[in-house]
């Protein structure tokens, strides 16, 4: 028989690969780590399970295996309960995540990690459609400052994260910050 696990923890695609990346710069990356550290202890001390989520593009010579970037960020703890790859934006298609949780009976998510509108963002959509309830604890998000093509406007990272909050609250996700999160799970 398969344990019960009513909520599990996605962190989504903390890896090397992004110190690679053309668009990586450090700010808020330090803020963004020290969240992300901070919800992982206090997951980890309200026995909540944290899933490594990681992207591998088997045809990218940035994304793929190949790169030797697919590794999870120094500052991850090595004692995660357990690791997931993923070769699109979510990580509950073809990764083998959507039949795991389903077979422990998860009921709840929780979505951290690299990027906010992007992989995370995406996640937290197709979880919801797929009946899960979702935590998105924005602040232990993090994304890089973008230009839209057209019009030539620079976004900043605050501005997609506001957007990403905008878009997900009430339709697919409840907005978290660290506190907040760790206070709605306390034991």
Known sequence: MTKTIETVHLAIDIQNNFFHAPYWVENGFEEF????????????ERDIPTLQIIHVE??????????????????????????????????????????????????NVIISGIRTEQCCETTARVASDFGFHVDYVTEATHTFTMTHQAS????????????????????????????????KYAK
């Open 58 to 107: 088997p045809s990218s010579d940035a994304w793929g295996k190949q790169s030797g970037n697919n590794v999870p960020m120094d500052f991850m703890p090595t004692d995660l309960d357990g690791t997931f790859e993923k070769n699109i934006h979510n990580a509950l298609t073809d990764s083998g995540l959507h039949e795991w949780l389903k077979a422990h009976n998860v009921r």
């Open 152 to 183: 030539g406007n620079v976004y900043s990272a605050g501005e997609i994260k506001l957007k990403t909050e905008l878009v997900l609250q009430g339709r697919f996700a409840d907005i978290h910050t660290v506190d907040s999160l760790l206070e």
């Open 33 to 44: 780590k020290a969240n992300e550290l901070k919800l992982l202890r206090g997951l980890k």
